[in-house]
């Protein structure tokens, strides 16, 4: 009897296991609909055609997220080359913009109210570098991930006396002569960025004191050579970061000069297979280039949802208006644990170079910067149609302010017929009876034209309002106007 039941439950047991085996070879055998398209499975595994088909998504999805990674050095090798294609500026030598910044420099967000001027160092190559900075020269020493090396002026440690800046490369374990503010680079490559303020008008004081500053290695202090300074005068120049898969050659170019942080490692991995490998020639294959091709077009798009609508909890500067902070990053780019990877989205898809004093909210001192993509209604900002900024009295700003347009694709000043980019508070602007100005942007000229700034049909566009020296109404947000959303008046 009970070898009967025991035959019994076993037979079935049997077809039960027979059964379940019969329904799981109908769904490891035939097809699938994945994200990624139809898979075809063998016994569980995806055929030949499939695993190919994996592969190039595996590659694709990462070199997306590798671009958005890329941004803020692929921005900085742009800026550099750009910066010796068209001007012939090289490391070492100042690159002096001696008059304000026309729409002819396609540079991110570049600003047309200030005078500047830039240097670029190699540390690996000629080891620590000397930059000697005159008094009135305000500005930040970045690395080429755009992270502040040393302040400038009032906010770095020369108090804004000037001095001499000693950069150290990543690894340097030499002497630190005395006489010099040492600063440590994380990176080989540096950008300096300075800037004069122009005081009544006076454009030239303002140069002059920017071609005072000095560059030259540690090892030639004792005979340093002469710098050279390459005015810029009106010559165009082009720094917008590439698209496409000549995106891949400047970020190639930029990493093999650079160390690779801990940080960075797995983005490393990530482009090894696509053929981007750090110290080794970059040959991609006809596959690797078109999905490198194919990557750079999606993850434009992806850094330019995550600057321009950005989801960052930050990012929104005053309720109930589209106006955003333009930074929303820490300097360092370090969080409690994370580090900012959309924060600085944010900010270098569409800007460049990081400093304290951008951030800092000290009354009376450094600068503040907000932007804006879209009209009252949350539409983007289109240059077919007309709007109009009120910008009310007693701006709080000690120095002065200004708003600049600027255009959706190449996030450098807005190019038109009238080469003329924004509007500020050192212009001849029309104010209203109680001292308010309205700023008009739109395709026709409304009948104040001196407050206003041609777009382009067709074209989107932001602005940045900047506040320099802002004062504690900025802060305390008690300014009237709180900073109302640009209103579309008219339909073009």
Not at 129 to 142: A, E, L, N, T
Request: proline share 8%.
């Amino acid at each position: 009897m009970l070898a009967k039941r025991l035959l019994s439950a076993y037979l079935v047991s049997t077809i039960m296991v027979g059964t379940a085996c019969a329904e799981d070879t109908a769904t490891l055998n035939g097809p699938i609909d994945t994200r990624m398209g139809r898979i075809e499975l063998q016994g569980g595994y995806p055929d030949a055609q499939s695993v190919g088909k994996i592969y190039d998504e595996i590659d694709f999805q990462r070199a997306s997220q590798a671009y958005i990674w890329a941004t803020p050095i692929v921005s900085m090798e742009a800026l550099r080359l750009g910066n010796k294609r068209d001007w012939g500026v090289d490391y070492n030598d100042v690159g002096l913009v001696d008059g304000y910044t026309t729409p002819a420099v396609g540079a991110l967000t570049g600003n047309n109210t200030t005078i500047y001027a830039g240097i670029f160092t190699d540390l690996g190559r000629d080891g620590p570098v000397v930059i000697d900075s005159p008094i009135g020269v305000y500005g930040v020493i970045d690395d080429f991930w755009q992270r502040p090396v040393v302040e400038v002026g009032p906010f770095g440690p020369d108090k804004g006396k000037g001095g001499k800046f000693l950069l150290l490369p990543p690894a340097y374990t030499g002497p630190v002569p005395a006489g010099y503010l040492p600063a440590r680079s994380k990176t080989n490559q540096t950008f300096f960025i300075g800037r004069s303020f122009v005081k009544d008008g006076d454009i030239k004081t303002a140069v002059d004191t920017l071609a005072r500053l000095k560059v030259y290695p540690l090892s030639k202090a004792d005979n340093p050579p002469e710098t050279r300074i390459l005015k810029a005068g009106s010559k165009p120049m082009d720094s917008i970061p590439p698209s496409g898969f000549d995106y891949w050659k400047l970020l190639s170019g930029a990493l093999d000069k650079e160390p690779v942080e801990e940080r960075d490692r797995f983005f490393h991995a990530m482009l090894k297979p696509l053929g981007l490998e750090k110290g080794k020639p970059f040959a991609p294959d006809d596959r690797q280039r078109k999905l490198l091709a194919d990557a750079a077009q999606v993850g434009f798009l992806m850094a330019q949802i995550t600057s321009m609508a950005p989801r960052l909890a930050n990012a929104p500067s005053y309720p109930g208006t589209h106006w955003e902070w333009v930074l929303t990053l820490k300097p360092d780019q370090e969080a409690a644990g994370y580090t900012e990877l959309d924060e600085r989205t944010d900010y270098t898809f569409e800007a460049i170079t990081v400093a304290d004093g951008m951030i800092k909210k000290i009354p009376g001192a450094g600068s503040q910067y907000m932007s804006a993509a879209k009209d009252k209604e949350g539409e983007w900002l289109e240059g077919g149609k007309a709007y109009t900024l009120h910008v009310p009295a007693d701006v709080p700003a000690k120095e002065f302010w200004a708003v600049t347009v600027y255009d959706a694709m190449t996030r450098s000043m807005i190019k038109t017929d009238a080469m003329k980019a924004g509007v500020s508070s050192h212009d001849e602007l029309v104010p209203n009876p109680d001292g308010s100005i309205d700023v008009h942007f739109g395709p026709k000229s409304p009948e104040k034209d001196k407050n206003w700034v041609k777009t382009l049909p067709g074209r989107g566009w932001f602005a940045y309002f900047r506040w320099y020296g802002p004062t504690e109404k900025f802060f305390d947000k008690s300014w009237s106007c709180r900073i109302s959303s640009l209103n579309c008046s008219v339909n073009a």
